[in-house]
C-alpha cells in the first residue's frame, strides 16, 4: 500500500509571484544590511571589514532560511509506504527519486492516536514530523520503539493506510 502525500500545486502566477517576492525581498535585505553596516561603522561601534563580514553573513543566512522555508512548503513532498512488515517513509524533493527517512517495523509498533494523546502517553519520545502544512488531510500520531529509544512520528495518512495500520495493531495484541 503506498501513499504520496502532495499538497496543492501553485499554479503558474503563483509561482512566478513567489519568485518575485523572493527577489523583493533579497533585494530590500541587501538595502537594510548594508544601512546595519554603514550604520555600525559610522558611528565606530566596529570596524569596516567587521561590519561588512556581520551583514555579509547576515544576508546569507536571510537567503538560505528563505530558501529552506520554500523547499519545506512548495518542493517536499512525503511517500508512506506500507508491507506486511513496515511503514516506510520517504522524502520526495520535487520530481526527484525518493530519499529514505525513516522505517517503523510493526512488531515495534505501540500505539496510534491523535497527537496530543501520543505526546502526553510517550512524553519522552524524540518526535519526527513527515506532514505538509499545505496538505488538507489531518495529522496523526504513530508510537514505536527504535534501537534509538521511543520515538512520535507525525504523518497525515487517508484513510486507507490508518485502516491498515489500526488492523495491523489489533493483530499484534
Known amino acids: 500500500m503506498e501513499q ?3 499538497g496543492q500545486k501553485l499554479k503558474f502566477w503563483q509561482g512566478c509571484l513567489l519568485v518575485v517576492l523572493v527577489a523583493l525581498f533579497l533585494f530590500a535585505a541587501q538595502f537594510v544590511l548594508t ?7 559610522y558611528f565606530r561601534i566596529l570596524d569596516a571589514t567587521t561590519a561588512y563580514t556581520i551583514s555579509s553573513i547576515a544576508y546569507w543566512l536571510f537567503g538560505g532560511l528563505l530558501g529552506l ?11 508512506y509506504t506500507a508491507n506486511t512488515k513496515q511503514l516506510r517513509v520517504e522524502r520526495i524533493y520535487g520530481p526527484g527519486r525518493p530519499r529514505f527517512f525513516e522505517d517503523v517495523y510493526f512488531s515495534r509498533l505501540k500505539a496510534l492516536g491523535e497527537v496530543e494523546e501520543m ?8 518526535i519526527l514530523r513527515a506532514t505538509l502544512r499545505r496538505d488538507k ?12 529509544g521511543m520515538k512520535i ?12 495500520l489500526q488492523a495491523v495493531l489489533r493483530e499484534k495484541k
Open 4 to 6: 504520496r502525500l502532495t
Open 35 to 41: 544601512f546595519l553596516q554603514y550604520t555600525l561603522t
Open 69 to 79: 522555508k520554500f523547499l519545506r512548503d512548495y518542493v517536499l513532498n512525503y511517500l
Open 119 to 126: 505526546k502526553k502517553r510517550f512524553s519522552g519520545a524524540k
Open 137 to 148: 488531510l489531518p495529522v496523526k500520531a504513530l508510537a514505536y520503539d527504535s534501537t534509538e
Open 153 to 164: 512520528l507525525l504523518f497525515q495518512p487517508n484513510d486507507e493506510l490508518w485502516a491498515h
